[in-house]
């Protein structure tokens, strides 16, 4: 077995720091936005007492979930022993910790009173799913960080136990991270779109393709910036594979749920809405989630059959993966609020605070902003931790060695 | 390295001098400490050097006791305290946390200590008119509570 | 001492007559007017809220006149939430809800506030706390700790809660609310403190059509006991089980 090396980012192009650059200029407009809705109220944004969780939630939820699923390669290296993931372990816990460190940031900045935040981190409802993940979201930083110290410390490495038991933590803590992510809206019995236990493992398979997205375009980036191949034809075709395997799942999951919401009779009609009569819910759902966030992809990625097709339509597949998960996350979270609550079932209802009526929500440009803060700071993070730790596998060693 | 020590001890005493010049002419002429107005009534819940100290505990603890178990000791309410201390501004009305004249807010400014109690109580009384008409008799009073201890017994 | 300095208009502001100890608090509040206020115990204002008690609301639809709006005036003004125009952020703690059955055409106007539930969903789901149900039921949002998340509006069936979405002045000394956090109906608890009627109830007793009971369900004396017991009444969500403590008659 070759021994595996490791190096710092410390030779680039300079288009790195124009992304960086980029990335800086988002989050501070993303930030400049937080205080801006926070000296003003939420009256700036687009979120009003109908749509209570906007564009912010949908960016927050979609990095919380690429979170937990970046975090796979490790898994599958450390917990299914797979030789091949071994290379990118380090980086898939530190793009975790980014990811969620940036959904995380959205999350907080978007509350009424950011300011108390300390309130939140010391006086908790345990009954709350809510507090629940705090405690999950920060407990996968410190999980996370210390499987990453075992896997980089000179002498924690050497220890196989302590490896192994560190991998099976954070694999077990991500999967009930991600359950705690979708029983947010799980537990929703007051909502007909939520109110589904299959949110959990929607939100997991949910998490499996993001979180690989994401993990395939930080590779495709800095392999063009270190001018080092970082995902070799092998595991470049296990991409594809999973790539598939994870968006098949999300559609299954997906199929199911509205399945069963449409059998049973009194969902009927937040069916129809969100399915049919929704507008740009409907939109959304069709055409970002369906078509351009999975049947597209997929298309692209079977036939992507050589290495040099699969080369490029793998990061565009993972592009158009995310796009459609913003699409899924807006129509569950923004969608499933938009159909009125049912407080008098078979009536006609009418009032001046919009019951029975179809919830209209424009998002403010100071929302999208936070929201997207939220990927820089993710992507800012990556970048920083890069810089100061050998994440980065040493390819061309490995495959001179093969040769 | 002597030169750096001497030049830090040169700084600190001129502050020094400078802070104990400032306490003693606030302590004189008053202009720099604020000079909050006196209250309304007769004598504030407790004498001024312990509400000084420890106004912020007794509203911490009324708050969570009003608020939480509903037992609204009319002595620490806030209320209290902004009614009894309400500052009337150049139109005769009281004035809110918004001028620097109001009771909180020339303490709290000088001391740098932000307060957000305001964003969400009143910060002046309600209107005198409309406030006198809401008190009901001593007597009525006085009814409730003996049919409330009448009753829970 | 006064139990009094806050509020608006008392309910006991001409006489008030005591029946013996477990009897009623009758008051006289206008000609031909009887107000049957606290059925058992209401608590002092220095002493904590009782579990004791669960204080109920039961609304007679058939006495809530189309058109009328008077409880949502009286709690607009005895809680200071004006309207600026702006219906999709603006607060409402009580709405009417315009009911009209599609086969038969029957109409109905349903006033619609915070239920008051004994299991809430929103106290379940707040992760700090802020939300809480007091010891006589009463629900509500220690808005010293609540961080603004919505939460529990996502949680809350009647869509009874409002955020505030922007920056308040001169609120009222009884009613404190504020930007950034979540409110709603609050049983006009600083009413009940000091032994008086929430001002819906009162509104609609003194000028409306009466619908209003209100009193503590844990007293089999009190009327709003008497009437659960005698007559049909509904709650809204029930299957939800949530056990709402505002209650509706011919629904």
């Known amino acids: 077995m070759t021994k595996l090396k490791f190096h710092r980012l410390e030779q680039h192009r300079p288009t790195l720091w124009v992304l960086v650059g980029l990335h800086v200029v988002v989050l501070a407009l993303g930030f400049g936005a937080a205080l801006y809705m926070e000296e003003h109220g939420h009256i700036v944004s687009g979120m009003n007492n109908q749509i209570v969780w906007g564009l912010p939630h949908v960016f927050a939820v979609l990095l919380i979930l690429a979170a937990s699923g970046a975090l796979n390669l490790a898994s599958i290296s450390s917990v299914f022993n797979r030789l091949a993931y071994k290379p990118y372990a380090r980086l898939s816990g530190i793009v975790a910790i980014a990811l969620l460190v940036g959904g995380l940031a959205v999350l907080v900045l978007d509350l009424g009173r950011p300011e108390r935040l300390v309130v939140a981190m010391t006086t908790y409802n345990f009954k709350s799913i809510f507090a629940w993940n705090i405690y999950l979201y920060s407990g996968f930083v410190l999980v996370v960080g210390a499987y990453l110290f075992s896997m980089m410390d000179r002498r924690a490495s050497q220890s196989v136990v302590l490896g192994n038991t560190m991998a099976w933590v954070a694999f077990s803590w991500r999967l009930i991270l991600t359950t705690g992510t979708g029983l947010i809206f799980g537990f929703l019995a007051a909502r007909e779109a939520y109110d589904a236990a299959i949110m959990a493992p929607l939100f997991i398979a949910a998490s499996f393709l993001y979180g690989l997205a994401f993990m395939v375009l930080v590779l495709v980036v800095m392999s063009r910036e270190t001018g080092n191949e970082l995902a070799t034809e092998e595991i470049a075709g296990k991409f594809r594979g999973l790539l598939s395997i994870f968006a098949l799942s999300v559609l299954y999951f997906t199929i199911v749920h509205h399945l069963t919401k449409f059998y049973t009779g009194g969902h009927q009609g937040v069916e129809l809405f969100l399915l049919r009569d929704g507008g740009v819910y409907t939109l959304a759902f069709w055409g970002g989630q369906i078509v351009c966030g999975t049947l597209l992809p997929l298309g692209l990625l079977a036939r992507a059959r050589d290495s040099a097709t699969v080369r490029w339509s793998l990061p565009l597949a993972s592009v158009l993966f995310l796009i459609g998960g913003v699409a899924q996350i807006y129509v569950i979270i923004i969608g499933g609020q938009a159909y009125p609550l049912k407080l008098f079932p078979g009536m006609e209802v009418s009032s001046s605070f919009f019951d029975g009526v179809i919830a209209s929500y424009q998002p403010s440009l100071p929302e999208l902003v936070l929201g997207l803060s939220g990927i820089s700071l993710a992507m800012l993070l990556t970048t920083l931790a890069l810089r100061l730790m050998p994440f980065l596998p040493e390819m061309r060693t490995k495959r001179s060695d093969a040769a | ?153 | 001492m006064s139990a009094e300095s806050y509020g608006s208009h008392p309910v006991v502001d001409r006489r008030v007559l005591l029946r013996g100890a477990g009897g009623f608090l009758v008051t006289l509040l206008a000609p031909g007017v009887t107000l049957y206020a606290f059925g058992a115990a209401g608590h002092a204002s220095e002493a904590p809220a009782s579990s004791k008690v669960r204080w109920a609301l039961l609304i007679d639809l058939s006495k809530c006149p189309a058109g009328c709006d008077l409880c949502v005036t009286a709690c607009r003004d005895e809680n200071g939430w004006q309207q600026n125009g702006r219906p999709e952020t603006d607060p409402q703690w009580i709405r009417k809800v315009k009911l009209r059955d599609g086969r038969t055409g029957e109409y109905r106007e349903v006033p619609v506030m915070c239920q008051h539930c004994d299991k809430p969903a929103c106290v379940d789901v707040c992760p700090t706390g802020a939300s809480f149900k007091r010891a006589d039921g009463i629900v509500l949002v220690d808005k010293h700790i609540c961080i603004g998340c919505r939460f529990c509006m996502m949680a809350c069936p009647y869509k009874a809660r409002s955020f505030v979405h922007q920056p308040l002045t001169d609120q009222k000394p009884w009613a404190p609310r504020g930007k950034g956090t979540v409110e709603a109906c609050t049983f006009c608890v600083h009413r009940l403190d000091s032994a008086r009627l929430p001002a819906c109830v009162e509104a609609c007793a003194v000028k409306g059509g009466g619908a209003m009971t209100f009193g503590d369900l844990n007293d089999p004396t009190s009327e709003v006991s008497k009437a659960v017991a005698k007559y049909a009444t509904s709650q809204v969500r029930a299957d939800l089980g949530l056990e709402p403590a505002v209650r509706y008659r011919n629904l």
């Not at chain 2, 000079?35 to 509400?51: L, S």
């Not at chain 2, 608020?67 to 806030?78: F, M």
């Not at chain 2, 932000?114 to 009073?141: L, N, T």
């Open chain 2, 1 to 153: 390295m002597r030169r750096r020590a001497a030049i830090a001890l040169g700084l600190f005493m001129g502050v020094a001098v400078l802070a104990a010049a400032g306490m003693r002419a606030s302590a004189e002429s008053g202009t720099l400490a604020p000079q909050p107005p006196k209250g309304r009534g007769e004598h504030c819940v407790a004498d001024t050097d312990f509400m000084r100290r420890n106004h912020m505990k007794m509203l911490l603890g009324h708050r969570s006791e009003a608020v939480r178990l509903g037992v609204r000791t009319q002595q620490y309410d806030l209320n209290g305290c902004v009614d009894c201390h309400a500052v009337a501004g150049a139109d005769g009305r009281p004035v809110s946390f918004d001028s620097p004249q109001h009771f909180c807010r020339s303490c709290h400014t000088y001391a740098a200590v932000s307060i957000d109690c305001f964003e969400c109580h009143a910060s002046r009384p309600q209107a005198p008119g409309k406030a006198a008409a809401v008190q009901p008799g001593d007597k009525e009073v006085a009814a409730i509570s003996q049919y409330l201890r009448d009753v829970g017994q």
